[in-house]
């Protein structure tokens, strides 16, 4: 499965490719906002990560913009942010991300909250 990170810290980015090469995951492609996120997004992609906070394109913005795309529309999406007030979370949810995780992470996290999004969408299959 490919996996498209889309964080505007190289830092951040590095992080989470790194812990998704960890769990086993090694197809990776990375934007540095939701604007670059939506122009590498292709049919090959399998799975976004996202931050939230983001110059240009933010995090919310993109995934409204993938939700409402015929192509990409059930597209499994994961926020990985610092926000993490209850109304954050929700309105997230409610753009359409599928999961949630607050920075800072594990990989043993991210692993499982990924495993979480696809049991779920297989669930709904």
Same mark, same amino acid.
């Given at each position: 499965?490919?996996?498209?990170?889309?964080?505007?810290?190289?830092?951040?980015?590095? @992080?989470?490719?790194?812990?998704?090469?960890? @769990?086993?995951?090694?197809?990776?492609?990375?934007?540095?906002?939701?604007?670059?996120?939506?122009?590498?997004?292709?049919?090959?992609?399998?799975?976004?990560?996202?931050?939230?906070?983001? #110059?240009?394109?933010?995090?919310?913005?993109?995934?409204?913009?993938?939700?409402?795309?015929?192509?990409?529309?059930?597209? #499994? @999406?994961?926020?990985?942010?610092?926000?993490?007030?209850?109304?954050?979370?929700?309105?997230?949810?409610?753009?359409?991300?599928?999961?949630?995780?607050?920075? #800072?992470?594990? #990989?043993?996290?991210?692993?499982?909250? @990924?495993?979480?999004?696809?049991?779920?969408?297989?669930?709904?299959?």
């Amino acid at each position: 499965m490919k996996f498209l990170v889309v964080d505007d810290s190289a830092t951040m980015r590095r @992080i989470v490719v790194n812990s998704l090469q960890r @769990i086993g995951f090694s197809d990776i492609v990375e934007a540095g906002d939701g604007a670059e996120g939506l122009d590498k997004l292709d049919a090959t992609v399998g799975f976004v990560i996202t931050d939230w906070n983001m #110059p240009v394109m933010g995090g919310l913005e993109m995934v409204k913009a993938i939700r409402s795309r015929e192509d990409a529309g059930g597209l #499994p @999406i994961l926020m990985v942010t610092t926000r993490s007030v209850r109304e954050d979370i929700v309105q997230a949810a409610q753009a359409g991300v599928n999961n949630y995780v607050v920075k #800072p992470f594990t #990989p043993q996290v991210l692993k499982e909250k @990924i495993d979480q999004v696809l049991t779920k969408l297989q669930g709904a299959a």
